[in-house]
């Protein structure tokens, strides 16, 4: 079994400056199957990134995937206010079941 | 445009029963597995069920296997989740989303969510 751990569990920066969240599994994956999702408070979890680097339909460019291997990153270039949200990580494609990370909250 | 709209949910009582429904648009419903997934107060999001596009496989969370059965009626682009012998540990929003097909046999990421309907669990 994978085990996702996102960090760090909080982030908190300025308007304008640049996020960068990790998750990292717990043994190599030796797929592009990793996506991440952003939750607004008090709304669904939204679809960001798929296959590592893919932007989903709609996904500002400030927004951008990497990683291989165990480390992935999550990086938005330049923090707005309506990033405020918490984002998971997802290894998909393995089994039935969810693996999703622990999320890393962002603030600004 | 994709729609997910859920109803149901509200408070029942420990023992008691609900069930769920997910109204799809914007796609053909019966070519996609679709899910649900809870998350409880501060917590992040649990695995509850799956159910194949034709609605012959089914799939279940440990915590939730024998008590919630899911369902759909591809006449109707319709998800349901019966929820039997609720827990007060079952109280979450419980969303509904599409998985986008990538691996046979294993989940996939989810494209689509619905806006999630909140069940409470309590005496």
């Known amino acids: 079994e994978i085990v996702l751990t996102q960090s760090p569990g909080t982030l908190s920066l300025s308007p304008g400056e640049r996020a960068t969240l990790s998750c990292r599994a717990s043994h190599s994956v030796s797929t592009t199957h990793l996506a991440w999702y952003q939750q607004r408070p008090g709304q669904a979890p939204r679809l960001l990134i798929y296959g590592v680097s893919s932007r989903a339909a709609g996904i500002p460019d400030r927004f951008s995937g990497s990683g291989s291997g165990t480390d992935f990153t999550l990086t938005i270039s330049r923090l707005e206010p309506e990033d405020v949200a918490v984002y998971y990580c997802q290894q998909y494609g393995i089994s039935a079941g969810l693996t999703l990370g622990g999320g890393t909250k962002v603030e600004i | 445009e994709i729609q997910l709209v859920q109803s149901g949910g509200g408070l029942v009582q420990p023992g008691g029963s609900l069930k769920l429904s997910c109204a799809a648009s914007?796609?053909?419903?019966?070519?996609?597995?679709m899910h649900w997934v809870r998350q409880a107060p501060g917590r992040g999001p649990e695995y509850v069920s799956a159910?194949?596009?034709?609605?012959?496989?089914?799939f279940y969370g440990n915590t939730v296997k024998g008590r919630f059965t899911v369902s759909r009626d591809n006449s109707k682009n319709t998800l349901y989740l019966q929820m039997d012998s609720l827990r007060i540990e079952d109280t979450a929003v419980y969303y509904c989303a599409r998985e986008f097909p990538v691996v046979t046999g294993a989940t996939d990421y989810y494209d689509n969510w619905g806006q999630g309907t909140l069940v409470t669990v309590s005496s």
């Open positions: 914007g796609f053909t419903f019966s070519s996609y597995t």
């Open positions: 159910v194949t596009g034709g609605g012959d496989f089914t």
